[in-house]
Structure formats: structure tokens, C-alpha cells
């Protein structure tokens, strides 16, 4: 069995004027909702033993951010694919993950990282919800019934736990600043 978490970056911001999409920073309400997802998952006893994360600033910052509500800083494998990446490429990083690790964390983008848990997942209420939206700096984990990550296959995995920041901290759902 092998546990696949997923994080959105949180929300970002578009006031500040950087020349790349890649370079957008956090904005003071991503902050606190990653910093406050990071706490949620040390609450949890979540651990992960490999991290995957896009390089994109904005994702860096939310991990910044989550590790600090965390605890502990965790440090991740760096992978530029996964900027933007289509949920057919980021399944073939999951496919590729070392098999040595049995609970993943993968830090990236929408709408990729939306389309992979409604391609792996199987039909649940829990699904729906996926389905309605992925939010910034929401969790989806979910397990899959494999040994070696080279077997996950779409629709095949139970999602587990799907995570709002507004579920934790209603001040922190659409709307508000």
C-alpha cells in the first residue's frame, strides 16, 4: 500500500508585478492558510518520506510556510516538470517515485494536480467534492492499493482526506481577505 498527498500552492499573489507566472509570490492570506494546512498535518501525525515539489516561487513559499506550521522543515526534490505539469505527466512522476517510499507529498499546480485525483481516484462523496473544486493550499491524499509506484494506475486509488484551508479556518475560504 503507498499514500499519495497532494498540495496546492497557496493562494498567490497578482498585484505584484513579476515578469514570470514562475516567479509570483505568496499573498498574506496563502501565507497564513499554508502555514495553517502545515499545522493540520502535524495535529494528523502526517509524515512523508519523499517530498516532490515544482520550483515555482510561490509553491517554495507555501512549503516555507507549511513547515513552519509544521514544525520541522522537510526538504524536497526540486522538479521543474512538475511547474503547470498535465495530471497524464504527473502521473508519470508518481509511476516514477522510488519505491523505497511509501507516503508521498507532491507540491504543484491546477488544474494538473485536480485532473490526477479525479484520474487515480475511484467514485466516493469525498471524490465530489474534488470534483466541485481544489482550492490553493488544499490536501487531497489518498492510497493506493500498490508495492511499487510503477503500478498506479487511474481510477484505482481511495481518496482518504480531502482538506480546505476555509474547512479549518472559515476566514480563510473565498471572499475574504
Known sequence: ?????????????????????FDRPLNAKGRRAAAMIGRHLKSLDITF??????PAVRVM??????????GRRLEPMWDKTLYLASAASLLDRVQALPDDA?????VGHNP??????LDLTLASELRERVEDKYPTATVAQMTLPIDRWNEAQPHSATLVAFIRPRDLDPT???DTP
Do not use: F, N, Q
Open 172 to 174: 480563510l475560504g473565498p
Open 112 to 117: 494538473g494536480l485536480e485532473d490526477l485525483v
Open 49 to 54: 518520506d519523499h517530498i516532490l515539489a515544482s
Open 1 to 21: 500500500m503507498k499514500t499519495l498527498t497532494l498540495l496546492r500552492h497557496a493562494k498567490s499573489s497578482w498585484d505584484d508585478p513579476v515578469s514570470r507566472d
Open 61 to 70: 513559499e507555501t512549503l516555507d510556510e507549511v513547515w513552519g506550521g509544521y
Open 102 to 106: 511509501d507516503h508521498v507529498l507532491m
